[in-house]
């Protein structure tokens, strides 16, 4: 083996362990975020199934309902402010544990997973209309989760988008060239 192959084995290698010590960091935020958000259902007398995964670069984790979302829905609140709240709440649990600041996503009872659908044809809606007129299209304004997506939707459809304005009316402008 000469030592350009052996510099690249040894890079790819040290790819792979970075990419298992993230998954292995996420995990753990997810267990700690778990832990919490259990707390705060027995607190609160609510019935929920805490769920977790790893997506991309951040931890997801939901609370779900075999039987009637209903309850659940008062931790969404009205347009997921509740939900937002709670996020940035498990948030500052996971980094007083770690130390290190949480970009984990919490979903309650399916409504980010919703939020997500909508917002992904609305941005894709806003492309086409942009491709059509030759003119920007102006959102209305969105929170950072709901921006993201609807970016990421608009790139899907060949575009491209930037958001403007200060929080919390910042909006996603999706551009026709």
Avoid: W
Avoid at 58 to 64: E, G, H, K, P
Avoid at 73 to 97: C, F, K, N, Y
Avoid at 145 to 155: G, M
Avoid at 164 to 173: A, D, M, T, Y
């Amino acid at each position: 083996m000469t030592e350009g192959t052996t510099s690249a084995a040894l890079n790819g290698s040290d790819a792979a362990a970075d990419a298992d010590t993230l998954v292995t960091r996420l995990e753990q935020e997810g267990e700690i975020a778990a832990d919490y958000l259990e707390g705060l259902l027995d607190i609160a007398d609510l019935d929920g199934d805490i769920d977790m995964d790893v997506e991309g670069d951040r931890a997801l984790v939901s609370i779900v309902s075999e039987g009637n979302d209903r309850t659940l829905q008062r931790l969404v609140g009205q347009d997921g402010e509740v939900l937002e709240a709670l996020q940035e709440l498990t948030r500052l649990a996971v980094h007083r544990e770690t130390g290190e600041r949480s970009r984990l996503m919490l979903d309650i009872a399916g409504f980010r997973a919703r939020k997500r659908a909508e917002l992904a044809e609305l941005g894709a809606k806003a492309a086409e209309q942009a491709k059509q007129t030759g003119e920007p299209v102006k959102l209305r304004p969105m929170t950072p989760f709901e921006r993201k997506v609807v970016h990421d939707a608009v790139a899907a459809a060949g575009l491209r988008s930037e958001s403007e304005g200060e929080e919390p009316q910042r909006c996603v402008v999706v551009l026709a060239s």
